[in-house]
């Protein structure tokens, strides 16, 4: 009897619990109700019952935290398409902020990213017409900017640090919606490659990659994960797995009403084997923090770069009646040592949104030591016990300084009014049969190949030409490499494809410069991973 005694009272407790909580959500249920129904029969004015419904959708959501959205039914068909489709429009991500719409992201080899439109941009008007303060919506986004391959939108631009408004001529064009933009084998040892989304074919591009790797026995392999902001966490996993022994765990999800979950590599791994990089930024964020987070803490590979995103909330979507949906956070995730990968959001969204601007304002783009964690924040390795910290993002164990000095502001003109892409396209045209029969293959484009002095002359004469005014200061030699390399980078593309482009550009890259090297160095590759005393 005691036994009995002893289920029922907890039984009890059980029920009573659910009964105030139904209770409770009754009381909030009717009350929202209550006050709906006042306005719409006894407000002074006519009132769009919808709209109103929807715009308290979205105040309460924004209470909870900064991925927790609603999407309307018009929405909801086109919320997919970076991950699932393509579209032919001007190639960013962007947020609308204090009424502004600003870009949180340029697509890469996308439009805005040849033009050199950057992540924190505000974009002031489109074709003429002011966009700023008058009420933008997400849909009013996607209608101005979104249009016909090869028609011209006319923007204007604010810029943290310029003086006056940018003005930039974006060219539409399809928006390629693949995964992998880069594969391909560096000295016959070490295999590179560029993801910069987490969409549902991502296994199978990885897939046809990884496969030559393994044919021409690569067993050293940098990933490219940056500026990648996500996508499906499936396809992390499958990722992260291609590195992991059988059974270790990648990634775990947990929140109040969610249990813990728990997701573990298989045994179907690639390079379980193989001495890894990872590359990473903050622009790396979500699926790629899963990745870089599990590499690390199971001291896997050495990842290089700058600190991550902190995008660590779960969402799941839950359709509407009027075919509109929420996408609301259900759980967080956590890396394998169980850190979490969430940075903080306490401060409102707004500071969330600004948070990459207030590191930069802070040095953490420049600056190591401009980063400080708290002693509560560490955690350890998971085989050799090196620290690491949680608290938002990752954390990367070689720190690769922003290059600040790189693109002069003639260079950068050059990118924004299309010139430098126009011109090279101009220059292939002119001169295509030619390339053709003295570089017919790009392993000797790529050795033979210089951007000559003269070819800088002749670009510059189209710069004075279409308005450009030339600065008197000469620029550094680094920046005149700079611009040379970028220069035969677009004439790579536009001979080959962005595999080709990823090839010379990556040449100046100070990180996957840097990933060569600690894999050439196997004393150097080990000391990064040991095991701290």
């Not at 303060?133 to 810029?159: A, F, P």
């Not at 954390?395 to 299309?418: C, E």
């Amino acid at each position: 009897m005691k036994q009995i005694k002893y289920l029922v009272i907890p039984f009890i407790g059980v029920l009573l619990s659910l009964q105030v909580f139904a209770q409770s959500y009754s009381e909030q249920l009717h009350k929202f109700g209550r006050v709906l129904t006042l306005v719409n029969s006894l407000y002074v004015d006519t009132v769009n019952q919808e709209s109103l419904v929807e715009e308290a959708i979205v105040a309460m959501l924004q209470e909870l935290d900064p991925h927790s959205i609603y999407i309307s039914k018009d929405e909801v068909k086109r919320m997919n398409e970076p991950l699932d489709g393509a579209f032919e429009g001007i190639g960013i991500q962007f947020n609308i902020l204090e009424d502004t719409l600003m870009v949180v992201a340029t697509i890469p080899t996308g439009p805005s990213e040849k033009l050199g439109i950057m992540a924190g941009d505000r974009i002031i008007t489109v074709d003429g017409e002011n966009v700023a303060g008058v009420g933008l919506e997400n849909s009013d986004v996607l209608k101005l900017l979104r249009g016909e391959k090869g028609s011209i939108v006319e923007v204007e631009i604010v810029r943290r640090g310029e003086d006056e408004l940018l003005d930039f001529s974006i060219e539409r064009d399809k928006i390629p919606i693949f995964s992998v933009n880069a594969g391909y084998i560096i000295d016959d040892e070490i295999g590179y490659v560029k993801l910069n989304r987490f969409a549902k074919t991502t296994d199978e591009e990885l897939d046809e990659v990884f496969e030559e790797f393994e044919s021409k026995n690569i067993s050293k392999i940098i990933l490219d994960l940056s500026s990648n902001g996500g996508g499906y966490m499936d396809k992390a996993i499958w990722l992260a797995d291609q590195f992991l022994a059988e059974n270790e765990m990648v990634v775990y999800t947990e929140g109040v009403n969610n249990p813990k979950r728990e997701y573990r590599a298989s045994s179907n791994g690639h390079f379980e084997d193989a001495k890894v990089v990872v590359l990473v930024d903050e622009g790396s964020a979500s699926a790629s923090e899963i990745v870089s987070g599990a590499i690390q803490d199971w001291d896997r590979g050495v990842i290089v770069g700058r600190r991550t995103f902190g995008k660590g909330l779960v969402q799941r979507p839950f359709p509407l009646p009027d075919e509109s949906m929420i996408r609301l956070t259900v759980a967080r995730y956590y890396t394998p040592a169980g850190r979490c990968i969430q940075k903080s959001y306490e401060d409102g969204v707004e500071d969330y949104a600004t948070d990459l601007l207030t590191r930069y304002e802070h040095g953490e783009f420049t600056n190591r030591d401009s980063i400080q964690f708290a002693d509560s924040l560490m955690h350890t390795t998971l085989r050799n016990k090196r620290k690491v910290f949680g608290g938002g993002g990752i954390m990367p164990d070689v720190f690769i300084p922003l290059d600040t000095l790189a693109v002069s502001d003639y260079h950068s003109k050059l990118m924004r009014k299309r010139l430098i892409f126009n011109f090279a396209i101009k220059y292939i045209d002119e001169n295509r049969d030619e390339f053709a029969e003295k570089y017919p293959d790009f392993d000797r484009f790529n050795t033979q190949f210089e951007v000559t002095d003269d070819l800088l002359d002749a670009l510059e004469q189209s710069a004075i030409e279409e308005g450009i005014e030339i600065p008197e200061e000469a620029p550094t030699d680094y920046q005149v490499r700079r611009l040379k390399t970028h220069l035969k980078s677009l004439i790579a593309s536009d001979l080959w494809e962005t595999n080709e482009f990823y090839q010379v550009n990556n040449a100046m890259n100070e990180s996957v410069q840097k990933a060569i090297e600690i894999l050439k160095d196997d004393a150097e590759y080990q000391r990064l991973l040991k095991k701290i005393e």
